[in-house]
């Protein structure tokens, strides 16, 4: 693969991180924990996430490694339980729903609009502090015996029937809400107010779009849960009675107001992820994003279709069909955008010149993946198939692949798009591809035959199960195994490269967005003078024009 | 920003710091008291079912009075008025599809 | 309005900007970005608050409509006399409040001191009349948890204010759902309350802020911002008050 490449580093020879960058600036542990700086926080949010990750991996790997047998052998039924929801509670609020936007968001969308900082620096570290003080939350919760209820709180299951730590666990959920409603609505403000001269909303790349559909999600949705978690809260400790139905509150408008957040969060989830795929595509087909206009528009209108779908989590909690039908029609609308970018992209792929470096390798995961999980989610809109299918593996398999064969996938695809910008230094490209292709490989082995087990009728969510599943089972377990292993290999390549990787210069990639066309790892202030946005986004032509020139004035 | 671009912005409308007077805050307040006064008189008023009606009427105009003086939209960008335009959408949005469940649970069975 | 006010706060600010003010951060070019950035991120916090108890009010509406009669004698347990006076608090204290802004942007500092401390003692007020009446539920066992007791929605001979407004005596499984009303009254109106305290906290701040002079040397954004909070927790007020007191009564 080496003759078809577009990477382009300086010589190795002479080449050197350059004295002045954010990381140099300052040192020490203090300089860190209170930091202003966009980039230095997106790298607190990196190691804090990556912590939880593997958190949330453990658990999940104790899950496969009891479902390996039809017995509830390895441990008790109801830590079963506390294990799966520990796993839920996790992994979507302390690792997916941050994951893209605190990390790659932080680190990419005030360079990228290029301005100096967001807008509001102290909000975004306030915002870190708070995701820690959730996420440490949740491990005493863990620590102390966990929670059962499943990371959906479901009333009166919260409310009356469970004896675990709910109240903790509920309130690292409101904290983290918090900190994820002050991400979003920095970022807005920093889209809206800190745009470079030049930089027109039709200019700004569809990471950024991408960012402001889910930011305005963040902002409108997480309130409502974190209403909802107050209520339940108080339900428990002072036994009010709005989910109470013996005292005359339906428990069912718990879960309207939970998912009208929960539901929006899953395209909280993804959405920053589609950005990302957005940039990696471009820049390794060498062409402008087919659509451009399309793509980012599909953004806005994911996000506000969103809004409007969240009863498809409750056809068959006793709702009215009525409204049964009218949601799973308009669940059905979502698949519009989501396919508009989908085909997209694969234009964009269409007679450019590509290359497969890793982050192209995990993007082309992603729309496969994507697409299957994409695929599958139609099957459960629709309220015929989803009374079969819910509460089966079907829908466990479903969400894996959408957000973990999804946003996984294109999380770490952006890790390693951007790995050069953030330390200056390449990671290892040959062990890395190898990392892309594991993954892929372990992640459908895990979460293909669970559609098979859902379609046979295998409940989620209990520790046993008939012996006649017990074969696709193992295949989940095994995949889950190589699934690991393809998770740890970048944190030790990547930790690796921090001291030994090759010096990445400006722009390895070739790639055109305003964070390329700075020092690699970038100043603290980002750039030397303020941008000027005097061309169009993903415009190869201007990069070879402006490099040409760059070479004449050395020359000269 | 030179002292002209100052200027030249405040005729636009657009970044101009408008300050609002005391005379119409003053009147504002007026205006609310007068409102609280109205919706308690009515509440002893037998209308059947107009009397929420009259109240929530009643309070959305001087909520929309607060808005517009006392917390300068009227005086603002776009994107302020689009923000608060966006808030109203989504809280209709939240207990419109919520009742949309709610009033159709029985259709059907009486 | 007074045109040339706007034009010489325009122009002072212009003027400050050749010399970059202390309170400019380093991040933005100019202090018109610094204080549009803020404000636009004041209002997204508000359209966060909106959601926040749009939630509430979306359980009230529900159960208002499954529970009518229990709401209606519910409502009775309320004083519309002291839910008015606090509404009028409320109101007058988002006047002085909305005059503390203008106080700020004239820079007349103890002007400003004095409207904040108006608004502080108005709010104060409202606590405590809100205080007055928890107080009251608590000792009718209005309060929904295991002690909540039924006695004036079964008896409303044996209650002042049920009496008062003609109740008829409910059946014990209407009455039951009055516990509904009582926890969404204390969930919302607790809230709301909630909003107040960190409100005067902050007030009291600014008042300490305000008296060193920080807000009247052209910095006007933080006590603007707050204002916008104050406003906001009024016209929730605003509307708690009638569905809470009045729109029952009949």
Redesign the interface.
């Known amino acids: 693969m080496s003759e078809s490449t577009i990477v382009k580093l300086p010589d190795q020879s002479t080449a050197r991180i350059p004295k002045m960058n954010y990381l140099s600036k300052e040192n020490g542990i203090l300089s860190w924990l209170l930091t202003g700086d966009h980039k230095r926080i997106a790298i607190l949010y990196l190691i804090s996430l990556s912590f939880f990750f593997f958190i949330g991996g453990a658990l999940a790997g104790l899950i496969r490694l009891e479902l390996l047998t039809p017995q509830a052998d390895l441990m008790a039924t109801d830590t079963y339980n506390k294990v799966f929801t520990m796993h839920g509670v996790i992994m979507i609020f302390f690792f997916l729903v941050p994951s893209v936007p605190a990390t790659l968001g932080n680190f990419l969308i005030p360079m990228m609009i290029g301005a100096k900082d967001l807008a509001l620096p102290k909000i975004n570290l306030l915002s870190w502090y708070l995701y820690m003080a959730g996420g440490l939350l949740a491990l005493y919760t863990m620590a102390t015996g966990g929670v059962d209820t499943g990371w959906t709180f479901t009333t009166p299951l919260s409310t009356h029937y469970v004896n675990t730590n709910v109240l903790t666990t509920g309130l690292a959920a409101f904290i983290a809400g918090f900190s994820s409603i002050f991400t979003g609505l920095n970022f807005i403000v920093t889209i ?1 107010k800190m745009r470079a001269p030049g930089m027109t909303w039709f200019k700004l790349p569809l990471f950024v779009w991408a960012h402001y559909a889910a930011s305005v999600l963040m902002v ?1 949705a997480t309130p ?1 849960v974190a209403i909802a978690i107050v209520l339940v809260a108080l339900e428990r400790t002072i036994g009010i009675g709005v989910f109470d139905p013996t005292k005359g509150g339906d428990p ?2 718990f879960q ?1 107001l939970f998912w ?1 957040y929960s539901h929006p969060a899953v395209y909280i989830m993804i959405l920053p992820g589609m950005g990302v795929i957005s940039e990696v595509i471009s820049t390794f087909s060498r062409k402008r994003v087919f659509g451009y206009t399309a793509v980012a528009f599909s953004s806005v209108a994911i996000a506000i279709f969103g ?2 779908v ?2 498809h989590h409750m056809f068959i909690m006793g ?5 049964v039908l ?1 949601f799973s029609l308009l669940t059905m609308l979502v698949a519009v955008p989501s396919a508009i970018k989908i085909f997209n992209w694969t234009f964009t792929l269409y007679k450019g010149s590509i290359t497969f470096e890793t982050p192209m390798i995990y993007a082309f995961g992603f729309m496969g993946l994507f697409t299957i999980g994409g695929l599958t989610g139609v099957f459960l809109g629709v309220s015929g198939t989803d009374i079969h299918l819910t509460e089966t593996y079907f829908i466990v398999a479903h969400f894996h692949f959408v957000m973990v064969g999804g946003m996984l996938m294109a999380f770490l695809s952006g890790i390693h798009f951007w790995w050069p910008k953030m330390t200056g230094r390449m990671y290892p490209e040959k062990i890395s591809q190898l990392a892309a292709v594991v993954t892929f490989i372990g992640f459908n082995f895990t979460f293909f035959p669970q559609f098979i087990l859902g379609t046979l009728g295998m409940p989620r969510r209990y520790a046993s199960y008939p012996p006649e599943f017990q074969i696709l089972n193992v295949f989940s377990t095994a995949g889950a195994t190589i699934l690991g292993v393809g998770y740890l290999l970048p944190v030790l390549y990547l930790v690796w490269s921090l001291r030994y990787g090759k010096i990445a210069g400006n722009n390895p990639w070739q790639a055109t967005g305003l964070e390329w066309q700075t020092q690699s790892p970038p100043l603290t202030e980002n750039f030397v003078k303020m941008p000027i946005m005097d061309h169009d986004v993903y415009d190869y032509e201007w990069l070879e024009a402006q490099q040409e020139k760059e070479k004449e004035v050395a020359s000269a | ?3 002209q ?3 030249a ?2 005729a636009e409308g657009k ?8 005379k ?3 009147l ?2 007026l205006a ?2 007068v409102g ?1 006064a109205t ?2 008189w ?3 008023v ?1 209308l ?1 079912i107009w ?2 009606v009259i ?2 009427a ?2 959305c105009t ?2 929309t009075l ?2 517009l ?3 300068h939209v009227k005086y603002s ?1 776009k ?2 008025m689009l ?2 335009l ?3 959408f ?2 209709l ?3 419109g ?6 009033i ?4 059907g069975q009486w | ?2 045109d040339s ?3 010489e ?3 002072s ?3 400050e ?1 050749e010399e970059h003010p202390a309170y400019l951060r380093h991040h933005f070019e ?1 202090t ?1 970005q610094q ?2 950035a803020t ?2 991120a004041m ?2 916090f ?2 966060t608050e ?2 926040f108890f ?2 509430l ?2 359980a009230y ?2 159960y208002r ?1 499954w529970y009518y009669q229990a709401f209606v004698a519910a409502s009775h347990q309320l004083s ?1 006399p002291l839910g ?1 006076f606090n ?2 608090l409320l ?2 204290s ?2 002085t ?3 503390g802004v ?1 106080c700020a ?2 820079r007349r500092k103890s002007g400003l001191v004095l409207c904040l401390c108006m608004t502080l003692v108005l709010g104060l007020g409202f606590l405590g009349v809100k205080s007055v009446e928890y107080r009251e539920k608590f000792e009718k066992h209005h309060v929904p948890s295991y002690h909540y007791s039924l006695n004036s929605f079964l008896d409303p001979d044996s209650d002042e204010a049920a009496k008062a407004a003609g109740d008829k005596p409910l059946p014990l499984d209407v009455a039951r759902h009055t516990e509904v009303y009582f926890s969404l009254y204390f969930a919302m109106t607790g809230m709301h309350a909630l909003h107040m305290i960190i409100g005067v906290g902050i007030l009291v701040f600014m008042i300490f802020r305000a008296q060193a002079g920080a807000y009247t040397t052209g910095h006007v954004t933080f006590v603007e911002n707050f ?2 909070y104050w ?2 927790v ?2 929730i007020w ?2 708690l ?3 809470l ?6």
Do not use: C
Not at chain 2, 104 to 107: D, I, K, N, P, Y
């Open positions: 809206h409108l409502v069912i408008l309207h009208f809004f409007f969240w009863a709702i009215s069909n009525y409204a009218v | 920003m030179s002292e671009n100052a200027h912005q405040h970044h101009a710091h408008h300050i609002v007077s005391p119409t805050y003053a504002i307040l609310l008291l609280t919706t308690v009515a509440s002893y037998d059947g009397n929420p109240a929530l009643i309070a001087k909520a607060v808005v003086f006392f917390m960008s994107l302020t923000t608060v966006a808030g109203i989504m809280f949005t939240l207990i599809m919520t009742l949309a469940d709610y159709s649970r029985a259709w | 309005m007074p006010s706007a034009v706060h325009g122009a600010v212009a003027a900007h100019s018109e204080a549009d404000n636009f209002w997204l508000l359209l909106i959601m749009g939630g009010f979306t509406l529900i409509n519309i008015g509404t009028l109101i007058v988002s006047f409040m909305a005059m203008w942007e004239t204002g916008l406003h906001f009024d016209i605003i509307f008050f009638p569905l007191y009045l729109i029952s009564r009949h």
